[in-house]
């Protein structure tokens, strides 16, 4: 029984990982700089974010910067 919390602890974690990363190059991508580094800074409050509530957007929701 122990092992499998352990799994699923580290499937939740591994998962929010995942989600950090991808928000970082999101942030990046659509030059949301100051969100990218607050997101560096107090990442532990990040993931715990894009875990519980996070809500994707479409990349058409950002205008375009051509």
Do not use: H, T
């Not at 580290?10 to 100051?34: D, E, P, Q, R, T």
Request: aromatic share 20%; charged share 10%; glycine share 4%.
């Amino acid at each position: 029984m122990e092992g499998i919390i352990l799994i699923l602890i580290f499937m939740v974690f591994m998962f929010g990982f995942i989600a950090y990363i991808k928000s970082l190059v999101n942030a990046a991508k659509n030059n949301k700089w100051v969100w990218f580094v607050l997101m560096l800074l107090i990442w532990p409050i990040f993931i715990l974010y894009l875990i519980s509530a996070y809500d994707s957007s479409n990349e058409s929701d950002y205008p375009d910067n051509n």
